[in-house]
């Protein structure tokens, strides 16, 4: 039976990752080599350290 109502099909997995610019080796959730099914992934402003200290993306996204 297949869903409907969705503009994508066929990932078991989402991933979130920062718009920061960083080596993904395999066997970081950045690099879709690490999985062995289908990844979507999905760009987020700012980068782990505006979510640690509260950086204004992060904060403007919470209210």
Known sequence: MFATGYPF???DVGVLVFSTV???APG???NAAS???P???E???GGF???VEG???IKANLL
């Open 22 to 24: 960083t080596p993904r």
């Open 49 to 51: 350290a505006d979510l």
């Open 9 to 11: 099909y066929g990932q």
């Open 43 to 45: 760009v987020v402003q």
């Open 28 to 30: 970081d959730a950045g």
């Open 39 to 41: 990844v979507r992934y």
């Open 35 to 37: 999985f062995s099914y």
């Open 55 to 57: 950086g204004p993306v």
